[in-house]
């Protein structure tokens, strides 16, 4: 918690156990002043790896100018019990650099410890404050290098948006990623949660560990957007809708007959 100075813990080339929930604070943060006070920060660099064992929350912008984990290891390892992970760059960032709460690596679980994790996004953190923070907050995103889910461990992007860098992403085979509340398309793609560049073949592989609890008929697929150099997780369409189009197509191809 800051009040009026600064907090900033440096973990370079270690390795940092926490074994409640990390908050941020700032006494004195309010978002309409114009001019808020939001210096409090853990970074670290490539040797430095974190274990938090509870939730991550934040009130506060990004400290400017410092890595926060853009060089670390963050590990999620709260167990089965579910644990929130606030989400906190601007919708405008893309790609993990100084300045912003990317993360490097990021696990969900560690293969022998479970995470069990939901984001959220309660909080204006990177967005610009115009009038109403609960407005001005949405589409701030968590922005990764690598992301895996470990062995038995849940992510769950509650409708959050999510960047993950090319060719990183891991799921392992019994674990899980929810896109529960996702943000589909007219063509049933997630445009939530998404991959830089062409990562189609890799992320087919994965498919099969991606669910979505809110609508639990839903499997999934690779979709690659070659226009926004993206690649997502698509619906796969029912069979009956296939065969409705199918049918369709003969029946018109008759008429024209």
Do not use: C, H, M
Request: glycine share 10%; net charge negative; aromatic share 8%.
């Amino acid at each position: 918690t800051s009040t009026n100075r600064t907090v900033l813990v440096v973990a370079d080339n270690s390795i940092v156990t926490i074994g409640g929930d990390l908050v941020y604070n700032s006494v004195n943060d309010q978002p309409e002043s114009g001019s808020p006070f939001r210096e409090v920060a853990l970074v670290g660099n490539s040797g430095t790896t974190i274990n938090l064992k509870g939730s991550f929350n934040t009130d506060t912008a990004p400290r400017t100018g410092t890595q926060w984990n853009t060089l670390s290891a963050f590990n999620l390892v709260g167990g089965s019990t579910v644990k929130t992970f606030e989400v906190g760059d601007a919708a405008s960032k893309t790609g993990v650099q100084p300045s912003s709460y990317s993360i490097s690596t990021l696990n969900i679980g560690d293969g022998t410890l479970l995470g069990n994790v939901q984001l959220v996004n309660n909080n204006i953190n990177g967005n610009t404050y115009v009038s109403d923070e609960a407005i001005d907050k949405l589409g701030e995103k968590l922005i990764v290098g690598t992301l895996s889910i470990k062995a038995g461990s849940v992510l769950d992007t509650n409708g959050q948006v999510v960047e993950v860098g090319p060719a990183t992403l891991d799921i392992a085979a019994d674990a899980v990623l929810d896109l529960q509340g996702a943000a589909y398309d007219a063509n049933l793609v997630a445009r939530n949660f998404y991959g830089l560049t062409d990562q189609s073949t890799a992320w087919e592989l994965l498919a099969g560990y991606v669910k979505d609890s809110a609508n639990p008929s839903y499997t999934f697929q690779a979709f690659y957007d070659s226009g926004e150099d993206k690649t997502y997780f698509q619906v796969v369409p029912e069979p009956t809708s296939l065969g409705l189009l199918v049918l369709g197509g003969l029946v018109l191809g008759r008429r024209r007959r």
